[in-house]
C-alpha cells in the first residue's frame, strides 16, 4: 500500500497514525498537492490528499473512506472504534467535529494565503472562524468530561482526529485559536502527540506539538 500527501496535511496525518495502530505496512510518498502537481496527477489525477494506492492498485482517496476501507482490511480486532452503540455514535459526533475543525482551519488557511490580500472576504474569514471556534469549544466541554481518552479508556478514532486536527490549526493559522481557552483539549493533545504512532509521524520534520 502507498499512502500519498504531506504529514502536514490533518487528514493525511490521520490515515498515517491509524495505519500504524493497524500494523500495517504502508509505503509513505510526502508529495504536496500544491509543489508535486505533475507526479500527484499521474497517482490521483483529483489531486486529492491522502491518496491511498491499494495492493492491487485501486485508488482510494477522502481520509474517512480510507479509514473505512483499513478498518475492513484489518477486521474488528484491531478496531479504533468503540464497541457499544452508544459510545460508538459519541466517537462519530467527536470525529465530526475533529473533521470540521480541520476543514474550516483549511478554508481559513487557503483564504488567507493563496487569494491576493485585496480580493480576501472578512465576512467570510469571520465566519468561518467563529465555526471554527465553536468546534472548538464544544471538544473542549467533551475532554473535561472525559477520563484518559474521549471515550473508554484507550485510543479511538475520535482522538486521533480531534488531536490532528488541534495541532493542525495551531501550525496553520497561529493565532486563531487560543491555547490557554482550552487547557483540556491542550492536555489530550500532549498525552496523544507523546504516543508511539503519533511521534512517528509528525506534522513536519523537527516539529514540535503545542501546549
Ligand atoms: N475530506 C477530505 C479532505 C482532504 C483535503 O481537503 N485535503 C487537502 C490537503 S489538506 C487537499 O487535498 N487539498 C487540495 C485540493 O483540494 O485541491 C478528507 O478527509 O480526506
Known amino acids: ?33 500544491f509543489r508535486n502537481v505533475d507526479e500527484f496527477s499521474k497517482i490521483n489525477p483529483l489531486i486529492k490528499a491522502p491518496t491511498l494506492v491499494c495492493d492491487n492498485g485501486e485508488v482510494l482517496m477522502d481520509s474517512t473512506l480510507i479509514l473505512a476501507y483499513l478498518q475492513k482490511l484489518v477486521g474488528s480486532k484491531l478496531s479504533l472504534m468503540p464497541e457499544s452503540i452508544e459510545d460508538y455514535q459519541k466517537a462519530l459526533r467527536l470525529i465530526g467535529l475533529g473533521l470540521n475543525a480541520c476543514d474550516k482551519s483549511v478554508q481559513i488557511y487557503y483564504e488567507r494565503d493563496m487569494r491576493p490580500k485585496d480580493r480576501q472576504h472578512q465576512p467570510w474569514l469571520t465566519r468561518v472562524a467563529s465555526q471554527l471556534k465553536t468546534a472548538y469549544e464544544l471538544i473542549e466541554a467533551h475532554v473535561q468530561s472525559a477520563n484518559g481518552w474521549l471515550i473508554e479508556d484507550r485510543l479511538t478514532h475520535a482522538d486521533i482526529a480531534v488531536c490532528v486536527a488541534w495541532q493542525f490549526t495551531h501550525h496553520m493559522i497561529p493565532g486563531v485559536i487560543q491555547l490557554n481557552h482550552y487547557p483540556s483539549l491542550s492536555q489530550l493533545s500532549l498525552q496523544a502527540e507523546a504516543a508511539r504512532a503519533f511521534m512517528q509521524f509528525p506534522l513536519a520534520p523537527g516539529w514540535q506539538a503545542q501546549a
Open 1 to 33: 500500500m502507498q499512502l500519498i500527501g504531506m504529514l502536514d496535511s490533518p487528514y493525511v496525518r490521520r490515515v498515517a497514525i491509524a495505519l500504524h495502530y493497524y500494523n500495517l505496512a504502508f509505503e509513505h510518498q510526502s508529495l504536496s498537492v
